[in-house]
Each structure stands twice: as C-alpha cells, then as structure tokens.
C-alpha cells in the first residue's frame, strides 16, 4: 500500500519553527491534496492503471496530480465561493 504523501503539521519543513515558508508549505500540500489523493487511490487500487501509466510513489506533487489538483480547484472555488455567499447576511 502506497504511503499516503501529506501529513499536515505546524512545522512542514522541519526546520523547528512556525515561519511564512510553512504557510507556503501548507498551501502547496492543499493544492496539490486532490490530485495526490487520485494517484494515491490509483497506485493502491488499480495495479494495472499504474503500470501502464508508470506511475510511482515519486508522482506525488508531479505532473499528474497538478493538472487533476488544478482541474478540481477550477471546478471546486466557484462552489465554494457560492456557499459562503449564502451565509452572508
């Protein structure tokens, strides 16, 4: 089974301290959680999808997932922005 590549900590990169690189940090693992999570579920449940598209563990964060995260989020903001409209008084 594939290891699961986000793990969303304070401190992303490690370096002992809460800076504005790990808010970049997070920012990126969000952008890119849509897009891995597929890969994630292809790499552990389509065995041959994998190996006919030579996907690896070293995908995540790559070429793929950017263009799924990317496609979800251009889909995904506009609902998003439509839901908190409806809160507003």
């Known amino acids: ?28 693992q969000l952008f890119f959680l849509p897009g891995d999570s597929l890969l ?12 006919s598209l030579e996907f690896s563990y070293d995908d995540y964060h790559g070429m793929f997932a950017g263009i799924v995260s990317f496609i979800v989020w251009v889909f995904l903001i506009p609902i998003i922005v439509k839901v908190i409209k409806l809160f507003k008084p």
């Open 1 to 28: 089974m594939a290891i699961k590549p986000w793990e969303f900590v304070a401190d992303m990169n490690s370096d002992g301290v809460f800076t504005m690189s790990d808010i970049v940090e997070i920012l990126i």
């Open 40 to 51: 994630f579920l292809i790499l552990n449940y389509l065995p041959k999808v994998t190996e």
